[in-house]
């Protein structure tokens, strides 16, 4: 895991640091048909190029292998449903079996009540770092926060009240790989009943 620094504060890297940048930067999180051939999400610059793209890994829409630009995955997500609460665990490497020591963080639901849309994310053995994702009530905004300061921002863009894409405002040193994959465990385990995910980097 590598770390940034930002206003004498460090923000670690959970996925990898080859997606921070040195300034503020806007991404976006494309939402793609079902019949697109684009995969189910994109996240592109504001320009339209791609950066990384999540695809359905199987016949199962709720397990996806997120690539770069490149076609390199990045990350897998492989989601349980039927669990009471959201949860994801975070590997490092694209294997079969994993060890303790490949989980990078891991991302649960605060609160059953539906209308809570809190969820926390915790590093490994590091008590010092914590991010909390927090969605508004009707879903449109969410905040990424570290120990409490924000430093990534989500808006959904709608088309014909159907959400088409989220910008996000991510400040400096922050992990966007990170970022977007936290947004859009989040969107599968709302939109799809999904509960728990398994993330595996293969970075």
């Known amino acids: 895991m590598s770390q940034t620094e930002e206003k004498g504060s460090t923000i670690p890297a959970p996925i990898d640091s080859t997606f921070c940048h040195p300034t503020s930067t806007q991404f976006k999180i494309v939402i793609q048909s079902l019949f697109s051939g684009g995969g189910t999400y994109q996240v592109q610059d504001l320009e339209g190029n791609l950066v990384l793209k999540f695809a359905n890994a199987s016949f199962l829409c709720c397990n996806q292998v997120v690539s770069d630009a490149s076609g390199n995955a990045v990350v897998t997500l492989k989601t349980k449903i039927f669990s009471a609460r959201g949860k994801c665990k ?20 605060e609160s059953l009540l539906p209308w809570k849309r809190v969820f926390r994310i915790q590093l490994p053995g590091n008590e010092s770092d914590e991010f909390t994702l927090s969605v508004s009530c009707w879903g449109s905004h969410l905040k990424l926060l570290h120990n ?7 808006d959904v ?5 159907l959400d088409r894409e989220l910008i996000v ?10 970022v977007a994959s936290v947004i859009v465990i989040y969107r599968e385990w709302e939109f799809q009943g999904s509960d728990r995910l398994i993330c595996t980097s293969g970075r």
Request: glycine share 10%; net charge positive.
């Open 169 to 178: 405002t991510a400040k400096a040193g922050v992990d966007q790989a990170f």
């Open 157 to 161: 863009k709608r088309k014909f009240l």
């Open 148 to 154: 409490g300061a924000v430093i990534a921002e989500g």
């Open 90 to 109: 975070a590997f490092r490497g694209n294997k079969k079996a994993y060890e303790p020591e490949d989980l990078l963080f891991s991302m649960e639901k």
